[in-house]
């Protein structure tokens, strides 16, 4: 379709600036519901080796997701791993953010039938009956056969609210349903893992309303309270998850106080309690069941059943509003290909990284979103989010965010910002609070990537001082006690670890993290460096009016951008051991350093999740001109490729974990000459590490990273150093793909009040999107590139492309071959 073109505001010749239409009617995309498939990465040998994904029924960056529960979920274990015969013990409204992080604030429901309310685990599963089991991001659908009947379940959600029809039939005993409230749960301690069972607190009441039933309460659950930093655990311990059900109908009600049954009882507290409701059975019952959910209180979680879903809506109509997100979402690739299983993967990758953060804020009636925050155990107005895993989404999630969720960049942006308000440091891991889980301020890299790409104008002045204030922070102000602290993994009773080791890291006559005194010496080291690089790429965009204007610093002579570029520069090489005496250069390597400057001999020490030889081609160590002085010590371009070779044949790289993501990509970043090396490797990792069954991902989903490396590679490039603005072109999937950009990821930046710019001639008024053609003939089978040209200039002799030539649309056109 052609744009919608004013001439009158034609400004320059070579620039078309034009209004939105205002009575454009936008076109719906559709939702390409048989190639979503919510079961990829459900299960796996092990939690390493597993997506840690679930079937979860939620829209986009939804509160709370609904899944079908066939296990308990904490720390290690997700509320639902996929086997063939599984049996559904309930459904639970989970926030457990990863399979590696902590659940909190859960709800749940679990239909039955029978005089006695099964509220033990073994005994309230049930089985499936064959066929009819559906799994969708906005439904989900199953019949369940017990000894007392059978129950159809229908399940829906909006963003704070589970939906469910429960029908019951052939009951001959009278059905319920039991809400539980507080559960056994367990703690994680780093160590010594599984050995902590814990017993939240919680609350009950019931209130009978016309012919419904009111059900609200609270518990305590967090399990990751034992990671919060000490400066704020006493405030944390005020978190509570609330929520109302409203029951449909009802013929008597009680609570439940472990497997003891308080018929017509109204209220409870305490642990291990639950609430039921019973219903007549004269013929099939049919029960609404609404769960609304809160982190302020009951009646907001009441106010958001009434707002999100209302009263007359079926199933079927929450159904079609989260649907009808996700299409949204979805429908903006159109893939053309005879290759289902990655086109799957594709779209399911899609959602993955459109979920997390999620929404902690609640909506209410003024319009100001008001959020819980338990870093002050207050209420404030204003957006908050949580669920940062930040140290793997920085990578690609992120990025993929900027361009396909640009309507959650500034509510997201400002979460953090109020988390540093309000706890004095931006999130590194949040998951309600801060957890210090994995290492370095990688927040620093979504911020600068968010002004690079154009969203500057999304934030005020003051918020641009917070930013510049939070961010420098990072980079000049030590932990506590970081001379004495070790910040190792899952440390308990330490206070926020931000950079640990920053105090040797900015000593000039040292520069790096020393291994005799921190975990992870070497990572945070190369870690430190790469957001030291981020930074400078902010400080080089943010005016003067702001930089130069907080209230921590106001030199006006201080040149930030250089700064943070030099520190970076020398630092990295500061963990280099350029002296292996083996005679091969190409085995040079990254190696933990002691406070005195001797290397440590043990050359395993020092590494986050990953080895020397991942590390020593660490994204600290590739951004601009820097991965030009990597390949020299690694003996020029000869060594460097071998070195990666040997890095990809040997077995070193590791994708199931995410500092190896960018590995693939280095070599036509390092020389445009090797880019079939790169091209090969990228479809090789494609297609062992993802399939389209309940085992396909090879590692951790790790809110969105692993599938959103998938997407951007599927696109054909990948963000190597996203806040720079450029990706590296890879090898695309799919011989076409027409991919609609919301006008919004491009606007920000302008400045402009959200009129279209339109270098390209490729605006969309009906999808209000930039169509963007990524063309490649014949590449399910043909994975080399003999050519590749962005708008019908050849870029084979850079192999990169920039972020601009992505969200103004146009053609990207690679001509594929067989053979290297
Ligand atoms: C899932 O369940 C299967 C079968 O019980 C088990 O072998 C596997 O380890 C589990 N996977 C995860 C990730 O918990
Ligand atoms: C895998 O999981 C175990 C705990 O079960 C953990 O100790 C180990 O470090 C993990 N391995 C990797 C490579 O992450
Ligand atoms: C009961 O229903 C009536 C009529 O629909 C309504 O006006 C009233 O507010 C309801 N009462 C309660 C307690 O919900
Ligand atoms: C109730 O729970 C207690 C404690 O867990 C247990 O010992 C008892 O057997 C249970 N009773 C029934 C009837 O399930
Ligand atoms: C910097 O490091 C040197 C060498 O370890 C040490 O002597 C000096 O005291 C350090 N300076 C500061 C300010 O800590
Ligand atoms: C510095 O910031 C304050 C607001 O915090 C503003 O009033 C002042 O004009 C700024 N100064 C400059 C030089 O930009
Ligand atoms: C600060 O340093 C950068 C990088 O060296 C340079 O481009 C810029 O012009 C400098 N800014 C000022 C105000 O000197
Ligand atoms: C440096 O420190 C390490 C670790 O404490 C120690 O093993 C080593 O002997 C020291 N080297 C020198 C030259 O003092
Ligand atoms: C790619 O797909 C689009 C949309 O279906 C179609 O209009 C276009 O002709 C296709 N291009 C090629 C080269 O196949």
């Known amino acids: 379709m052609h744009p919608h073109r004013h001439p009158t505001l034609l400004v320059t010749t070579t620039l078309l600036i034009f209004l939105f239409p205002a009575h454009a009617q936008p076109r719906n995309f559709p939702l390409p519901s048989s190639f979503i498939n919510p079961l990829i990465g459900s299960t796996g040998p092990e939690p390493n080796l597993s997506g840690g994904t679930i079937p979860s029924v939620s829209p986009p960056f939804g509160s709370c997701r609904w899944v079908v529960q066939n296990q308990q979920n904490f720390v290690s274990q997700t509320a639902f791993n996929y086997t063939e015969n599984y049996k559904v013990h309930g459904f639970i409204g989970t926030r457990q953010p990863a399979i590696w992080m902590g659940e909190s604030a859960w709800v749940g429901v679990v239909p039955g039938s029978g005089d006695k309310i099964k509220t033990d685990w073994e005994e309230r599963g049930m089985d499936r009956i064959k066929g009819t089991e559906q799994f969708g991001v906005g439904f989900y659908g199953v019949e369940l056969e017990q000894e007392n009947g059978k129950i159809k379940v229908e399940m829906s959600a909006t963003s704070r609210v589970g939906h469910f029809r429960f029908t019951f039939t052939d009951t001959p005993q009278q059905p319920y349903i039991f809400i539980p409230v507080t559960r056994q749960s367990t703690l994680f301690h780093a160590g010594d893992i599984y050995d902590h069972s814990y017993s939240p607190l919680g609350t009950v009441e019931i209130e009978e309303k016309n012919s419904s039933l009111e059900i609200c309460g609270s518990n305590d659950e967090f399990q990751d309270q034992v990671l919060v930093p000490t400066s704020i655990a006493d405030t944390a311990k005020g978190f509570k998850g609330f929520f109302c059900a409203r029951v449909s109908a009802y013929s008597s009600y009680g609570i439940m ?13 305490g642990r291990e309690i639950g609430s039921f409701v019973r219903f007549n059975h004269n013929g099939a019952v049919v029960v609404d069941v609404r769960i609304g959910t809160s982190f302020i209180s009951t009646d907001q979680a009441l106010r958001n059943i009434d707002s999100e879903i209302p009263e007359k809506d079926e199933v079927e109509d929450t159904r079609k509003k989260t649907e009808a997100k996700w299409a949204e979402k979805l429908g903006r690739f159109e893939i ?36 819980y925050s338990a870093y002050d155990n207050a209420v404030h107005e204003g957006d908050s989010y949580s669920g940062y895993s930040i140290w793997d989404t920085y990578r690609a999630a992120w990025p993929l965010q900027l361009i396909f969720a640009p309507e959650r960049i500034p509510g997201i942006v400002r979460s953090m910002l109020n988390d540093y308000k309000e706890g004095g440091w931006l999130p590194m891991w949040k998951n309600i609070v801060e957890t210090n889980i994995m290492v370095s301020t990688h927040a620093d890299s979504l911020l600068a990537e968010t002004i690079r790409k154009g969203f500057i104008s999304a934030f005020s002045d003051e918020e641009l001082r917070t930013m510049w204030e939070a961010v420098w922070k990072d980079a000049s102000v030590p932990p506590a006690n970081d001379e004495s602290t070790v910040y190792s993994d899952r440390q308990e009773g330490v206070d926020f670890e931000a950079r640990a080791g920053l105090t040797t890291y900015m000593n000039d006559s040292m520069g790096w993290v020393a291994d005799d005194v921190h975990s992870e010496s070497v990572s945070r ?4 460096a790469y957001d030291d690089h981020v930074l400078s790429i902010l400080a080089s965009l943010l005016p003067d009016r702001i930089i130069r204007n907080t209230t921590t610093n106001t030199d006006r002579s201080f040149n930030f951008t250089q700064f943070l570029d030099a520190r970076a520069r020398k630092n990295v090489w500061t963990v280099w051991n350029d002296r292996d005496s083996d005679g091969q250069s190409n085995r040079r390597h990254v190696q933990a350093r002691f406070l005195n400057g001797s290397f440590n001999p043990d050359t395993t020490a020092g590494f986050t999740e990953g080895t020397r030889e991942v590390y020593s081609f660490s994204q600290g160590l590739v951004w601009g001109d820097l991965i030009n002085e990597l390949v020299e010590r690694r003996g020029g371009i000869q060594g460097f490729v071998q070195s990666l070779d040997e890095f990809f044949d040997g ?3 590791d994708f199931t974990n995410e500092p190896s993501h960018h590995t693939p990509y280095l070599y036509a970043l390092a020389s445009p000459g090797h880019a079939t090396s790169t091209q090969r490797r990228v479809r090789e990792l494609a297609r062992v590490n993802f399939n389209n069954t309940p ?7 790790d809110c969105g990273q692993t599938s959103s490396w998938y997407v951007f590679s599927a696109m054909g490039f990948y963000p190597v150093d996203p806040a720079s603005g450029e990706y590296v072109l890879g090898s695309p999937f799919f011989s076409n793909m027409t991919v609609y950009i919301p006008r919004s990821s491009v606007v920000h930046g302008d400045g402009d009040g ?3 710019k339109d270098p ?7 999808t209000d999107s930039y169509i963007l053609n990524i063309i490649a003939e014949g590449a399910e089978n043909k994975w080399f590139v003999e050519d590749v040209r962005v708008n019908g200039v050849s870029r084979k002799d850079s192999m990169r492309i920039k972020h601009e030539d992505v969200v103004w649309g146009g053609v990207v056109e690679f001509d594929m071959v067989d053979s290297e």
Do not use: C, W
């Not at 299983?341 to 459109?354: D, I, N, P, Y």
């Not at 080291?525 to 430190?528: E, G, I, N, P, R």
């Open 760 to 766: 390209h001639g490729t605006y969309d008024s009906r």
């Open 336 to 371: 053309e290909t005879d290759d289902v299983e990655s086109k799957t993967v594709f779209l399911t990758g899609v959602v993955r990284a459109m979920q997390f953060p999620y929404e902690v804020h609640d909506p209410s009636s003024r319009g100001v979103n008001r959020y």
């Open 525 to 528: 080291t190369l870690d430190y």
């Open 651 to 653: 077995g070193e790289v």
């Open 754 to 756: 959200g009129r279209v």
């Open 257 to 269: 106080e472990g497997n003891i049954t308080k018929e017509g009882v109204d209220s409870g507290n």
């Open 695 to 701: 085992e396909g991902l090879s590692g951790n989903e």
